[in-house]
């Protein structure tokens, strides 16, 4: 070995001697800095994509169970007063019972916007630690029944989680929101999207911003927060019912792919 080589390893061995306390803590904020980025990289992103994965396919396989099992008996058949239509009648949407907080309610969302494979579990009140942060899709308190008079209104994650509500702003005008039962599937259409203040709990009324209307109509609103990753907003999607098709009859024209 050379002196130079001898004087390098030297130099060396001096510098890791003289290391001190505020190196170390140094070495120990730098690493944890990197635990932390790669914490949020999987919470944001990778986790995120298996965990609306997951809720897809869950929600998959209760729709698989439900075609497999005998169809239900046909609804009563809705009369206007104008005659029943023998070639196209139109069913009595069957009454369901309103969920229990963090518990799934034997309901998928399905939004043919946001893909074929988009199926996933409708549960019970909308607080994070019982049913948003489950990946589930939360029904408010006192929100109306699937196809009955009033606002049957829910909320959903839009980041992280699964974000089940992260492409609400890519709805437009007439599409198929899809409530999916063992029952059948109670059909709306998208009418209108806008943002308002987290406290604009009239979104929520009977019939939504209109407090002092009379209930009458049939409508569907979807919550969440907005921008992505804040909280400052809501961003709300609204539709009005169109109709129910018994399982009966096979899966309903709204249900096919959109472009």
């Known amino acids: 070995m050379t002196d130079a080589t001898r004087a390098s390893a030297r130099r060396i061995r001096d510098r890791r001697r003289r290391a001190t306390p505020l190196s170390v803590l140094g070495e120990l904020l730098l690493t944890a800095g990197v635990v932390v980025l790669l914490y949020v990289a999987w919470q944001m992103w990778i986790g995120d994509l298996i965990m609306s994965a997951e809720a897809n396919d869950k929600g998959q396989q209760l729709t698989q169970e439900w075609a497999k099992a ?26 369901m019972t309103a969920p229990k907080d963090g518990v799934p309610w034997g ?6 916007r946001f893909g074929a494979d ?5 549960a019970g009140g909308v607080t994070r630690a019982d049913t948003l942060d489950h990946g589930w899709i939360g029904v408010y308190p006192n929100a109306g029944m699937p196809g009955q008079t009033g606002n049957f209104s829910m909320a959903a994650h839009r980041t992280t989680w699964g974000k089940p509500f992260n492409q609400l702003d890519r709805l437009r005008l007439n599409d198929a929101i899809v409530i999916e039962t063992e ?13 308002v203040t987290p406290d604009s709990v009239d979104v929520l009324d009977p019939v ?3 407090p002092d209307a009379p ?7 979807l919550t969440a927060c907005s921008p992505l990753y804040s909280l400052a907003e809501r961003i709300v999607a609204y539709g009005v019912f169109e109709s129910f098709q018994p399982r009966a009859l096979g899966a309903p024209a709204s249900l096919k792919a959109v472009s």
């Open 183 to 195: 029952q059948g599937w109670y059909t709306y259409r998208f009418r209108t999207l806008e943002y």
């Open 208 to 210: 939504p911003q209109m």
């Open 215 to 221: 209930p009458g109509g049939r409508y569907i609103t």
């Open 107 to 112: 309901a998928v969302l399905r939004v043919p």
């Open 118 to 122: 988009y199926a996933v579990t409708i």
């Open 70 to 95: 005998p169809a239900p008996a046909l609804p009563p058949v809705l009369d206007d007063g104008s005659g029943v239509d023998a070639a196209h009648p139109r069913y009595a949407p069957p009454e």
